[in-house]
């Protein structure tokens, strides 16, 4: 069993900012990858960023300049810093992460509850 809880959205004013957390929990042989995604209303889920064990990173080229992912991997915990928020980023993100619960299965994808973010004009 893995648990990724989420904390951080809320409701903000265009040009402001958040953060948001995500903490990994329960059988964790090891992760490989953490990110996040986000589902606008109406809209399918997109990648918004990711970061590897190792601290490589990927952005959404309408995120790029703006958010910032970033990674604690003594706490299991993956961060998105977000700044100069725009009405269009307005959705729900949902942390995911790519873990191996034992030496002798390949990593899966679990996700978060989802956390809204609202951004106003």
């Known amino acids: 069993q893995v648990q990724l809880v989420e904390s951080g959205g809320g409701l903000v004013q265009a040009g402001g900012s958040l953060r948001l957390s995500c903490a990994a929990s329960?059988?964790?042989?090891?992760?490989?990858?953490m990110g996040w995604y986000r589902q606008p209303p109406g809209k399918q889920r997109e990648l918004v960023a990711s970061?590897?064990?190792?601290?490589?990173?990927n952005y959404a080229d309408s995120v790029k300049g703006r958010f910032t992912i970033s990674r604690d991997n003594a706490k299991n915990t993956v961060y998105l810093q977000m700044n100069s928020l725009k009405p269009e980023d307005t959705a729900v993100y949902y942390c995911n992460a790519h873990i191996v619960t034992s030496w002798v299965r390949p990593a899966s994808d679990y996700w978060g509850q989802g956390t809204q973010v609202t951004v106003s004009s």
């Open positions: 329960g059988s964790i042989f090891r992760i490989v990858a």
């Open positions: 970061i590897t064990s190792g601290g490589s990173t």
